[in-house]
């Protein structure tokens, strides 16, 4: 189990606490249902919230929003993954400051079977904070933005699927053990909620344009072959990511190794992100350490200016010391 927090621990570092219980089951749980078609099946699933597809999709959204017909479905995606993206990696993740579970999991004895887990699976990784899981919140913010439009078009007979396919990519972080179960409920909630900030946003957009008599100008005609290629185009983006994904396991991880050996992806190649040392490191852990890398060299300066300082005190102290001796002889 985990030790005694302390008073700094992070908020993540309670979570892990309070919720081991839940996420070792659910974990547990998916573990025992792996296998190597369910696993390709999960990454395919996971595909579909990775920033490979989902900035894709945001940019044929914006070529949704040229058509009257479609437009509410472009703006409704574009807010949604705007809002999600906000909350998600602006606010939460740095907040909340979860470490991975292939990494705070090895200070656990759920470790054996958890990382014969994550082995089976391909060992996938991530550079960031955990909680809440970026890949499901994405999927559900694009997929309940997507389904309310359909609703409010009177599709329902087809709005349940996008919140199925959200689903999938949700339990398949789970399977894939690179995100707590409580992360990925997280992610859900935080999904939906920009999901439905998403669908009103382009309500009022549209209202907008109609009050400004904007419809109009911006009414262009869409033939049948339209949806046809837009369905093209969103299976070419999840290829192309589900082809990205299925080779991560070759990449190189994180060097840290101090409280637990990193399984993070390291920053290969990025200016933002250079070698410390010679040594490829995390997202996180290279800001820890460039962190601390200035915190000694700003203490080490202060130390030298306090040296500096103290030096004309002490030659002030002695000469006033001979003033004295001098005027007592006399």
């Given amino acids: 189990m985990y030790p005694v927090l302390t008073l700094a621990a992070t908020l993540g570092d309670k979570i892990d606490t309070s919720l081991f219980g839940f996420d070792t089951a659910v974990f547990t749980f998916f573990g025992n249902l792996q296998n190597s078609f369910l696993t390709i099946v999960a990454k395919l699933f996971t595909s579909m919230g990775d920033e490979n597809f989902i900035i894709p999709v945001v940019a044929l959204a914006a070529f949704l929003c040229i058509f009257k017909k479609t437009r509410k479905y472009g703006v409704a995606v574009i807010a949604a993954v705007a809002v999600g993206t906000i909350l998600t990696n602006l606010w939460l993740k740095p907040m909340v400051l979860r470490v991975r579970p292939y990494n705070t999991l090895q200070l656990t004895d759920f470790w054996p079977?958890?990382?014969?887990?994550?082995?089976?699976?391909?060992?996938?990784?991530?550079?960031?904070?955990?909680?809440?899981?970026?890949?499901?919140?994405?999927?559900?913010e694009v997929a309940i933005a997507v389904c309310l439009c359909l609703i409010s078009d009177k599709k329902g007979k087809v709005a349940w699927i996008p919140p199925v396919l959200a689903l999938g990519t949700a339990c398949s972080r789970i399977y894939l053990m690179v995100h707590y179960p409580s992360d990925v409920v997280a992610g859900a909630c935080v999904g939906i909620c920009a999901g439905i900030v998403g669908f009103f946003a382009s309500k009022l957009v549209c209202l907008i344009f109609d009050k400004l008599g904007l419809e109009d100008l911006f009414h262009l005609k869409i033939y049948k072959p339209f949806y046809a290629i837009i369905t093209v185009a969103l299976v070419v983006m999840l290829g192309i990511s589900f082809g990205k994904l299925m080779t991560e396991s070759d990449e190189i991880k994180c060097a840290y190794s101090e409280e637990y050996d990193c399984n993070n992806k390291a920053r290969i190649g990025e200016e933002k992100y250079p070698p410390i040392d010679g040594k490829n490191y995390c997202k996180i852990h290279w800001k820890q350490l460039t962190a601390e890398a200035e915190e000694g060299e700003s203490a080490a300066d202060d130390q030298a200016a306090e040296e500096i300082t103290d030096a004309p005190a002490a030659e002030v102290s002695e000469t006033e010391a001979q003033e004295i001796e001098t005027n007592a002889a006399a």
């Fill in 113 to 140: 079977k958890y990382s014969g887990w994550y082995a089976s699976v391909g060992s996938l990784s991530e550079s960031d904070y955990s909680f809440p899981s970026g890949h499901t919140t994405s999927a559900f």
